[in-house]
């Protein structure tokens, strides 16, 4: 598989970061104030004789069915900056390539506390119009095949933006979520003003971005933002779990379903019927249902 771009190259034209680290607004959660020359810990296989080792933002485990990403900056609490972003986009680009399910999760017991702040506050107005992390995150949304958020730690302002655009959102007791972005003087702008009055509903989404307050994992599962809770050791194999199940689907039926869920409710249900048309008429459908019967004759 292609890798993203390397820490060291020079940023790319994507999207800057744009969503903050906490702030004030929840003082037990961990800052991310790192500066562009952190190389996260992780380094992947593969050295240039000239620059020495390539280290990555994100670290990929490709598979034939599904991808795991993770955020692999731990000792800067995994914060989202330019170059996390530029190598969001590479990851992106294979998989709309080769569309395969995307597992997304952190290291170090955190997913992503956030935007890198030193960062962050150099940006200008016209940085904010380029779309920021709006375009990464919309991106990862409007993948072909399922993502899967595995929430472990905290996912606050950037980083719960980036576990809002999944499908499926998935965590562990210690997972906390929450947008600060206010406490610092901006608006949460790459997803949660409009993602996240679809997930929980538009009242307890205007709670949670005017007054900043993090929630709790038992609190985003009886809303509805987390599908379920596991331990820590058990996450993984839990996203993989749900993986599973959805690569023992029709692929091309998996990615209808995901497209019909995106498409505005105006368009419903003419959108179905031409979906379902393409499905029809194809051999996959023919080959389980035939499957089915001889099945059910036994």
């Known amino acids: ?68 990403a993770t955020l692999d900056r731990p000792h800067r609490r995994n914060a989202i900056d330019q170059t996390t972003v530029d190598e969001l986009h590479a990851l992106c680009s294979e998989l709309e390539e080769r569309p395969r399910t995307l597992i997304l999760t952190g290291a170090g017991g955190i997913f992503a506390a956030g935007a890198d702040i030193a960062e962050l506050r150099e940006r200008t107005g016209e940085d904010a119009r380029r779309g920021i992390n709006a375009t990464a995150f919309d991106r990862i949304r409007r993948l072909p095949m399922p993502v899967i958020a595995a929430v472990d730690g905290f996912a606050l302002g950037g980083g719960a933006e980036l576990a809002y655009a999944a499908d499926i959102r998935i965590g562990t007791p210690r997972a906390r979520f929450g947008n600060p972005e206010p406490g610092l003087g901006i608006i949460a702008a790459a997803g949660a003003s409009w993602r996240l009055p679809e997930i929980i509903g538009h009242a307890r989404a205007s709670e949670l971005l005017l007054s900043t307050r993090v929630i709790d994992a038992d ?78 004759k036994r």
């Open 1 to 68: 598989m292609t890798r993203a771009t390397p820490a060291d190259a020079p940023a790319s034209d994507a999207p800057p970061s744009d969503a903050p680290a906490p702030d004030a607004s929840a003082p037990d959660a961990p800052a991310s104030d790192a500066s562009d020359n952190d190389a996260p810990d992780h380094v992947t296989s593969g050295t240039d004789a000239s620059a020495g080792p390539r280290a990555y933002r994100v670290r990929i485990d490709a598979r034939a069915d599904r991808v795991v």
């Open 219 to 296: 609190e985003a599962l009886a809303w509805g933002l987390l599908s379920s809770v596991h331990r820590p050791e058990a996450l993984l194999d839990a996203a993989h779990a749900i993986v599973d199940r959805i690569a023992a689907n029709s692929v091309r039926a998996t990615i209808l379903t995901k497209r019909a869920l995106l498409v505005p409710r105006a368009e419903h249900p003419a959108i179905d019927g031409e979906l379902q048309a393409d499905l029809f008429d194809s051999a996959d459908k023919r080959s389980r249902m035939t499957a089915f019967l001889e099945r059910k």
